[in-house]
């Protein structure tokens, strides 16, 4: 079988790991924590990075430190991996959902001004809240779909006029730009990313809380690392065991090391499919935008007017040919759990998801393995 998309683990990883046995630090106290913590944070060109256990519970500590609790919203885009929406929920909060825009499949900004605009109004305290719900609007969390960043600036924008901070789940996108900016520069009061196996870079599981603004960076620290004050059993508010491990970031470190060759790799396996498939008529490749560089952590076909039974036969076609070749995210709107949440659609999420298919991009595909899926989506479509 020619997977989707598995990790490259082909340099330092073994020697890094064999040091933190050999050392004993293997938990969640070592020095590759630290290291992996201040390269992550210059390649993603923060003041800080904050390691987690996860990109999920990155996401809800950033909501938490931002003061976002019972009732309250954040707006998220429909077309995300289902993590988004459950970080809100962990704050006892309640998503707004809104659907993407055509140009990057991210949250679009012209919605969510639309909405800031004729759906909430301030109370008597000045607080912005939802008028239907009378929920707080509390933040804005765009999603960076297939490693390329949302409209950023027109964000934020909208969230500094309504005075609301952006969280960008950034969880694929480490390496991306947005106009020349790095990850951590492009507007996010903070941002995560995750180092899950499918990732461009993975520490096997894991994520980091990036941001430019200094003083936001050790609360953060202090809040997922148990809040415990010195060096006794002190805390002084409810923190959250969610420290990565240092064989984690031993990992890590490893896969950061690599992370330019695994960049070009991705760029090179995107530009062989957009090329290939750019004579089949109604497919087309993943979004590209010309002022932004995407990590090109997914990639693949959209093809917009496709009948669901020829995507389904395409997905039979690439399981006979030994080719991963699964559905990608289900919409927040249609997940069981969030039935009931505030949503603004126009049908974009609704449109993509059924007709979109990631094909097989690991940075160690082989350029026969790649012929064979070309081979197999034009059988179908050509």
């Known amino acids: 079988m020619i997977p989707l998309c598995i990790p490259n683990i082909s340099g330092n990883e073994g020697s890094y790991l064999a040091e933190c046995v050999s050392s004993t630090f293997v938990s969640s106290v070592g020095p590759f924590v630290n290291r992996f913590e201040a390269e992550t944070r210059d390649v993603v060109g923060a003041a800080w990075a904050v390691a987690t256990s996860a990109g999920t519970t990155a996401l ?32 006892h909060a309640i998503p707004i959902i809104v659907d993407i825009d055509a140009e990057r499949w991210c949250l679009d900004a012209a919605l969510v001004a639309d909405i800031l605009e004729t759906q909430c109004a301030r109370d008597a305290q000045g607080v912005l809240r939802l008028t239907s719900t009378g929920g707080a609007i509390k933040a804005v969390m765009p999603v960076f779909a297939m490693g390329l960043p949302a409209d950023m600036d027109a964000l934020a924008e909208v969230a500094k006029r309504y005075d609301l901070p952006i969280v960008a789940d950034a969880a694929a996108a480490i390496g991306a730009t947005y106009k020349g900016r790095p990850l951590a520069q492009i507007g996010a009061d903070l941002a995560v990313v995750s180092f899950n196996g499918n990732k461009l870079v993975t520490a096997g599981g894991g994520g980091a809380i990036v941001s430019v603004q200094e003083a936001l960076g050790p609360p953060l620290k202090h809040l997922t690392s148990t809040a415990r004050v010195g060096a006794v059993y002190d805390h002084d508010v409810v923190g959250f065991n969610y420290r990565m491990t240092n064989l984690q970031a031993a990992v890590g470190v490893a896969q950061l090391e690599c992370l330019g060759t695994f960049l070009a790799a991705k760029a090179r396996i995107a530009t062989t499919y ?101 081979e197999v989506v034009q059988s179908v479509f050509g």
Not at 62 to 82: E, N
């Open 274 to 374: 957009a090329d290939a498939f750019a004579d089949l008529s109604g497919v087309s490749a993943f979004p590209k935008v010309e002022d932004t560089q995407g990590s090109h952590w997914l990639s693949g076909i959209y093809v917009a007017d496709a009948e669901l039974a020829e995507m389904t036969r395409l997905r039979e076609r690439l399981t006979q040919a030994g080719i991963e070749g699964r559905t990608f995210w289900k919409p927040i709107h249609l997940q069981k759990p969030y039935l009931d949440s505030p949503h603004f659609l126009h049908g974009r999420s609704d449109q993509v998801w059924e007709r979109v298919q990631p094909l097989p991009c690991s940075t160690q595909l082989s350029a026969g393995d790649q012929s064979k899926v070309i």
């Open 60 to 91: 809800h500590a950033a909501l938490h430190s931002l003061g976002v609790g019972p009732g309250d919203h954040v707006l998220i885009p429909s077309l995300t991996f289902i993590a988004t929406a459950n970080a809100v929920a962990h704050c």
